[in-house]
C-alpha cells in the first residue's frame, strides 16, 4: 500500500491593535455592549467612504519586515464581492494581486503573502441550529466590522499536524512581541485556516487540497488536520479521489462536514478599489516600521541561545517562543554571572527551566517564588555535583512552595550530595548489594537492565542525594564489572 | 423690489449682505414655489426656513440651495430617486451640502433624479419623471434632472448635482442653465451617494456663470473623509473677464462630426457660438480626440462594474425597503433588489457584474481602462495646443418624455460628447448657447484638470456675447 505524506499551508487572519478601525475612526473594540463603535463608514451606509488607518499599514510593515518580506512600494486594494449579512456593503476592502508584502519566511515555513483588510460584523443566530440557516432569527453586531486584519498566508511547507500547530505558536508569539495584535483564539483576534492535501512520500507533485476552517484554537487546530490527512489517505487508499471543497470543523466530533457548495460557488469578482488610491509604503513609514521592531524576535532568540549557548534546537525553541520564559532564563543567567554563586552551564540551567513550569504550569516564572538567582544557584550546585539531581528536583518543588535560596534549603534538609567516600556511600552499596543478590548476580551477568532495584535501594536510603551516575559506578566496582 | 427671484443667486446673496433683502423672506418665496412644484423637480421641500441668524455675514447670504437626492442630508429623505430607498433618511450630512451650509445656503429641497443617477432624461426615478420648463412634454435630462428644471424653472436659486458621464451638463443643456462637472476629487464624495466611483463629481447647476462660480467656491477642497478628495490649488474666482483674446479653442472632429448625430439646429446653435468666440477673440480650430469615440463603451463597462459594487449594499438588510422572501436570507435579498431597482438599474448591475466575471474581467473592464488611458492622453496632448476644448453638450435639444424609454442605446448616445470628460477626469461646463424650435441648446466648454478657473472666465464672456434669456421657462 501506498505511504502517503501530507502537505499542509496556513492561511492566518489576524485583528490588529490599533486604536480604531481599518477604514473609518470607529474604537476598535472586543466584548463591548453591540453595535456601540460604529459609523456610516463601518456600517455601509450610502455615500460613505474608506480611509484608510495609516498605523494599520504600519502594523503590516511591521510584521512584512519580521518575516524579511518585500514590502511592495505600491500596494492596491480591491473590491471583494460577496452577499452576506456580515459584510455591509456587500463587499469585502481587501488585497489581491499586489500585497502589502511578499516573499519571506519564520523558521523554516516560508511566507507566501502578508495583506490587509478589513474584518465582517459579528452575526448572532437565535435557535436551535447556531447557524444562519433555520436560525429563528439573526442580529448582526457591527462592532467587529472593519478592524483591521491583516492575512498570512504560508507556502505548503508543513508537513505534520503537530508542526502546524508548533508553527503557530511561534508565529503568535512573535506577532505578540511585535506589539500589533492580541493574538487571542478565544476571542477571535487569531485565527487559522489550514491548507492540507497528501501525496505519496517522496514524490514532488501536490494533491488536491482542501481547506479546513473554524479551528479556534491550537489544540483544534492539530486535531482537525490530522483527521483531515487520515480522512484524505482513507479515502485513497480506497481508490476514491480528494474533491476540493471547503470543511468545517467540528471540535466535538472531531469531523468535517463540507461547508454547502452554494455558499462556495463564489466568484468574488475583485477589482481595484476606486474610493482609494493606490497604497503607497513610502521609505519614511518603513523605516518608522523598522524602528518600532524588537531588538529580537523569538526565532533570533532561539537561534542565538543555539549558537552562542549552545543550547540544543528543541530547548532554545523553547524557551524563545515564551518570551517570559527566555526573559527568566536570562535574567537567571545574568544573575549568577554577577552574583557569582558558582559556575554556570547555561545548557544545565536552560535544563531547569522545563523543570519549573512543570511545577507552576502556564504562570509567569517571574511572578512565581522562584527567585532567577535561586534557579541559577541550584543549576550551579547540580553542575558541581554538589547536590544530586533528584534532589535538586526536590529542592526546587520547595522553592516554588516557599520561595527562598537553593543553598539555604539544601543545607536545612540535610540534601546535598553524598560522595562514596565521605559519607559512607559505598557501604550503603554493599548492604544494597547485600539485600539482592539475584538482582547482583543478574548485573554481574551482563544484564544492565537489571541494576535498576539496586540503585533504587541506595536511593531511597539516602533520600535521594547520592548522584545516580556515581552509585552506578559503585556498584558496577563493587561487582568486579570496574 | 418686483420679484426677488427675479434675483440671481448672486444678487440676492449681496443684496442680504448689503441688508436690502431680509433672508428668511427669499427663503420663503422659493420655499413657497418649491412646494407648489408641477415639474415633480423635488422629492421633498423643507418646511421651515432654517434658524440662525447669520444669513448677513455668510459668503452665501441665505440664499437656498436645491440639493440632488443623491445627497445624503441628515434627518432628510435621501433616496437617490430609488424606491429601495424610499423613506431612508441618512444619520449624517454629505460634506459638499455640509459646506454649503456652513457658508450660509440653507437647504432648500431634495431634487428628483433618474434611479441612483442612471439615466439621461429623468424617467428613471422611482418617483416619477421630472417635466421640462421649457415644454412640459419633454424631458429634463439627467440625471441632475430635478436640479436643473428646478433652477430653469425659477423654483430654486441655484441647486447642486453629480455628474458621472454627464449628468451635470446634459440636463443643464436640455433645461437652459449652467452646469459645471469639476476636475475629479476637487469636492468631496462623502456622503453623495455612489454610482461610479471613480467618476462621480458633484457640480452645480445655476442661472449663470457667475453663480456658478460663487457656488463651487464653497465646495471644493479636500476632506479627509474621503481619500480621493483633493486640495484646490487656488480660489474660485467671481469671473470678470469680457474678452476672449488668445484663447485658443479645440473643436474635436470625432464628437462634432457626423458619428455624434448632433442635430441641425444644435449644429447651428454650436457653430454659431464658436463664431462669437473668435469675435471675442478667441482662435478657433478643429482638433483631435482620436480615442473619444470609444470613450461611450469603456463608460458602459466602467460605470456600471463600479456600479454593481457600489449598489450591492442595497440589499434588505439594514435600511431602505427589505422585502421578506418565503425562503430566507437569499430570497430576501433577490426580492427586495427585484421590487426595489428599476429596470435601467438593473441593466446596469447586470452588465457590470458580467464585465467583472471571472473569465470576462480582462476583455471588458480590463480594456476599458486601456481605453480611459488613452482617452486622458489624447486630452492631454490636444491641451498642449489649445487652452480649452468646446462641443455640443447634447447632440439633441430636449426629446419627448417616451421617445427614448424603449431603446437603452439611444438614450446612452445621449451622452456622446460628455463622456470622455469624467474618464479623464477633467473639469467641463455647458451654457446655454441659444434656442433651436424654442428649446435650449447647451454648448460645453473643457480644460485640463484644475483649470476651472479659467473654464468659468471663458464662459463667462461667452455668456454676455450670447446674451441667453431663460425668462421663459421661469414664467
Given at each position: 500500500m501506498l505511504e502517503y505524506e501530507p502537505v499542509i499551508g496556513l492561511e492566518i487572519h489576524v485583528q490588529l491593535k490599533t486604536r480604531s478601525k481599518m477604514f473609518c475612526g470607529c474604537q476598535v473594540s472586543f466584548g463591548d455592549p453591540p453595535n456601540t463603535h460604529t459609523c456610516p463608514t463601518c456600517l455601509g451606509l450610502p455615500g460613505a467612504l474608506p480611509v484608510v488607518n495609516e498605523r494599520a499599514v504600519q502594523f503590516g510593515i511591521?510584521?512584512?519586515?519580521?518575516?524579511?518580506?518585500?514590502?511592495?512600494?505600491?500596494?492596491?486594494?480591491?473590491?471583494?464581492?460577496?452577499?452576506?449579512?456580515?459584510?455591509?456593503?456587500?463587499?469585502?476592502?481587501?488585497?489581491?494581486?499586489?500585497?502589502?508584502?511578499?516573499?519571506?519566511?519564520?523558521?523554516?515555513?516560508?511566507?507566501?503573502?502578508?495583506?490587509?483588510?478589513?474584518?465582517?460584523?459579528?452575526?448572532?443566530?437565535?435557535?436551535?441550529?447556531?447557524?444562519?440557516?433555520?436560525?429563528?432569527?439573526?442580529?448582526?453586531d457591527f462592532n467587529r466590522a472593519g478592524t483591521p486584519l491583516v492575512e498570512i498566508v504560508t507556502e505548503p511547507d508543513i508537513s505534520s499536524p503537530a508542526q502546524a500547530r508548533e508553527w503557530l505558536t511561534v508565529l503568535r508569539e512573535t506577532l505578540r512581541q511585535l506589539g500589533v495584535s492580541d493574538v487571542n483564539m478565544d476571542e477571535g483576534s487569531l485565527r487559522c485556516d489550514a491548507n492540507v492535501s497528501v501525496r505519496p512520500r517522496g514524490t514532488r507533485e501536490l494533491g488536491t487540497k482542501t481547506e479546513l476552517k473554524n479551528m479556534n484554537s491550537f489544540r483544534f487546530l492539530e486535531r482537525g488536520v490530522r483527521a483531515e490527512i487520515e480522512r484524505q489517505i482513507s479515502r485513497l487508499h480506497l481508490g476514491e479521489?480528494?474533491?476540493?471543497?471547503?470543511?468545517?470543523?467540528?471540535?466535538?466530533?472531531?469531523s468535517l462536514t463540507p461547508l454547502r457548495s452554494k455558499e462556495e460557488a463564489h466568484d468574488y469578482r475583485y477589482f481595484p478599489e476606486p474610493d482609494l488610491g493606490p497604497l503607497l509604503a513610502t521609505s519614511e513609514l518603513i523605516a518608522q516600521a523598522r524602528d518600532e521592531l524588537p531588538a529580537e524576535l523569538p526565532v533570533q532568540r532561539a537561534e542565538r541561545f543555539e549558537r552562542e549557548l549552545g543550547l540544543s534546537a528543541a530547548r532554545a525553541q523553547e524557551l524563545a517562543f515564551r518570551a517570559e520564559l527566555a526573559a527568566y532564563f536570562e535574567r537567571a543567567l545574568a544573575a549568577a554571572q554577577s552574583n557569582g554563586v558558582g559556575e554556570v552551564d547555561a545548557v544545565e540551567l536552560a535544563n531547569w527551566i522545563p523543570q519549573l513550569v512543570e511545577r507552576i504550569g502556564d504562570a509567569d516564572p517571574g511572578e512565581s517564588k522562584v527567585a532567577p538567582e535561586s534557579l541559577a544557584t541550584l543549576a550551579a550546585m547540580v553542575k558541581a555535583r554538589e547536590v544530586s539531581r533528584d534532589a535538586a528536583r526536590e529542592v526546587l518543588t520547595r522553592l516554588v512552595e516557599e520561595g527562598g535560596d537553593a543553598r539555604a534549603i539544601v543545607e536545612r534538609e540535610g540534601l546535598g550530595a553524598l560522595?562514596?567516600?565521605?559519607?559512607?556511600?559505598?557501604?550503603?552499596?554493599?548492604?544494597?548489594?547485600?539485600?539482592?543478590?539475584?538482582?547482583?548476580?543478574q548485573v554481574r551477568g551482563g544484564n544492565m537492565r537489571a541494576i535498576g532495584p539496586l540503585v533504587g535501594y541506595v536511593m531511597r536510603e539516602t533520600r535521594g542525594r547520592a548522584d545516580g551516575g556515581e552509585v552506578t559506578r559503585l556498584i558496577r566496582a563493587q561487582l568486579g564489572l570496574g | 423690489m418686483s420679484d426677488v427671484r427675479d434675483l440671481t443667486a448672486t444678487a440676492a446673496a449681496e443684496a442680504v449682505r448689503a441688508g436690502e433683502l431680509d433672508p428668511g423672506e427669499l427663503f420663503e418665496a422659493y420655499r413657497a414655489r418649491a412646494a407648489a412644484d408641477e415639474l415633480n423637480a423635488f422629492t421633498w421641500v423643507a418646511e421651515e426656513p432654517p434658524v440662525n441668524g447669520g444669513a448677513k455675514e455668510a459668503p452665501l447670504g441665505g440664499v437656498p440651495v436645491a440639493v440632488k437626492d443623491l445627497f445624503c442630508t441628515e434627518g432628510v429623505p435621501s433616496q437617490a430617486g430609488s424606491r429601495i430607498l424610499k423613506g431612508y433618511r441618512p444619520p449624517y450630512t454629505a460634506t459638499v451640502v455640509a459646506r454649503l451650509h456652513e457658508a450660509g445656503a440653507p437647504l432648500l429641497g431634495k431634487t428628483n433624479q433618474d434611479e441612483f443617477a442612471m439615466g439621461s432624461s429623468n424617467e428613471n426615478s422611482g418617483f416619477g419623471p421630472v417635466l421640462n420648463p421649457w415644454d412640459r412634454s419633454r424631458v429634463p435630462g439627467g440625471s441632475s434632472g430635478g436640479s436643473a428644471a428646478a433652477v430653469a424653472a425659477g423654483l430654486a436659486p441655484w441647486a447642486i448635482g453629480t455628474d458621472t458621464g454627464g449628468s451635470i451638463r446634459q440636463p443643464a443643456a436640455l433645461c437652459g442653465v449652467v452646469g459645471m462637472k469639476p476636475t475629479?476629487?476637487?469636492?468631496?464624495?462623502?456622503?453623495?451617494?455612489?454610482?461610479?466611483?471613480?467618476?462621480?463629481?458633484?457640480?452645480?447647476?445655476t442661472r449663470d456663470v457667475t453663480d456658478a462660480a460663487l457656488l463651487l467656491r464653497h465646495m471644493v477642497g479636500h476632506d479627509r473623509h474621503d481619500s480621493t478628495s483633493l486640495r484646490f490649488p487656488e480660489e474660485i474666482s467671481l469671473p470678470s473677464r469680457e474678452d476672449l483674446t488668445g484663447?485658443?479653442?479645440?473643436?474635436?472632429?470625432?464628437?462634432?462630426?457626423?458619428?455624434?448625430?448632433?442635430?441641425?439646429?444644435?449644429?447651428?446653435?454650436?457653430?454659431?457660438?464658436?463664431?462669437?468666440?473668435?469675435?471675442?477673440?478667441?482662435?478657433?480650430?478643429?482638433?483631435?480626440?482620436?480615442?473619444?469615440?470609444?470613450?461611450?463603451?469603456?463608460?458602459?463597462l466602467i460605470a456600471p462594474a463600479e456600479a454593481s459594487a457600489n449598489l450591492a449594499r442595497y440589499d434588505g438588510v439594514r435600511y431602505g425597503l427589505r422585502v421578506d422572501g418565503e425562503d430566507g436570507l437569499?430570497?430576501?435579498?433577490?426580492?427586495?433588489?427585484?421590487?426595489?431597482?428599476?429596470?435601467?438599474?438593473?441593466?446596469?448591475?447586470?452588465?457590470?457584474?458580467?464585465?467583472?466575471?471571472?473569465?470576462?474581467?480582462?476583455?471588458?473592464?480590463?480594456?476599458?481602462?486601456?481605453?480611459?488611458?488613452k482617452i486622458s492622453d489624447d486630452f492631454r496632448a490636444a491641451f498642449e495646443r489649445f487652452d480649452l476644448i468646446a462641443t455640443p453638450t447634447s447632440?439633441?435639444?430636449?426629446?419627448?418624455?417616451?421617445?427614448?424609454?424603449?431603446?437603452?442605446?439611444?438614450?446612452?448616445?445621449?451622452?456622446?460628447?460628455?463622456?470622455?470628460?469624467?474618464?479623464?477626469?477633467?473639469?467641463?461646463?455647458s451654457i446655454p448657447c441659444g434656442l433651436s424650435d424654442g428649446l435650449p441648446v447647451g454648448f460645453q466648454l473643457a480644460g485640463p484638470a484644475f483649470s476651472e478657473n479659467r473654464l468659468l472666465e471663458a464662459a463667462y464672456a461667452l455668456e454676455r456675447a450670447i446674451a441667453f434669456d431663460g425668462s421663459a421657462a421661469r414664467a
Open positions: 511591521m510584521i512584512g519586515l519580521a518575516f524579511g518580506c518585500e514590502i511592495a512600494e505600491r500596494s492596491l486594494f480591491h473590491r471583494k464581492n460577496y452577499f452576506y449579512p456580515d459584510n455591509p456593503k456587500a463587499y469585502q476592502i481587501s488585497q489581491y494581486d499586489i500585497p502589502l508584502c511578499r516573499g519571506g519566511h519564520l523558521g523554516d515555513v516560508r511566507i507566501h503573502r502578508v495583506h490587509l483588510e478589513e474584518d465582517a460584523a459579528k452575526l448572532n443566530h437565535l435557535g436551535q441550529s447556531g447557524r444562519i440557516h433555520g436560525a429563528d432569527r439573526s442580529w448582526v479521489s480528494v474533491i476540493q471543497e471547503t470543511l468545517h470543523y467540528d471540535p466535538g466530533s472531531d560522595s562514596g567516600d565521605e559519607d559512607g556511600l559505598a557501604e550503603i552499596v554493599e548492604r544494597a548489594i547485600a539485600s539482592d543478590p539475584a538482582a547482583a548476580e | 475629479y476629487g476637487a469636492c468631496s464624495r462623502y456622503g453623495m451617494i455612489a454610482f461610479a466611483s471613480s467618476l462621480d463629481q458633484a457640480g452645480p447647476l484663447v485658443r479653442l479645440g473643436v474635436p472632429e470625432e464628437l462634432t462630426g457626423s458619428d455624434g448625430g448632433v442635430e441641425p439646429g444644435v449644429r447651428e446653435r454650436f457653430e454659431a457660438t464658436l463664431r462669437q468666440a473668435e469675435a471675442l477673440g478667441a482662435t478657433v480650430e478643429p482638433c483631435q480626440l482620436p480615442h473619444a469615440p470609444h470613450a461611450l463603451s469603456a463608460y458602459y437569499l430570497a430576501m435579498y433577490e426580492k427586495t433588489r427585484a421590487v426595489g431597482f428599476g429596470a435601467e438599474v438593473k441593466r446596469r448591475i447586470m452588465l457590470g457584474t458580467y464585465a467583472l466575471s471571472s473569465g470576462y474581467y480582462e476583455a471588458y473592464y480590463g480594456a476599458a481602462q486601456k481605453v480611459r488611458t447632440p439633441w435639444t430636449a426629446f419627448e418624455l417616451g421617445a427614448k424609454t424603449d431603446d437603452p442605446l439611444a438614450m446612452y448616445l445621449n451622452d456622446f460628447c460628455t463622456v470622455p470628460m469624467p474618464l479623464a477626469g477633467i473639469p467641463a461646463l
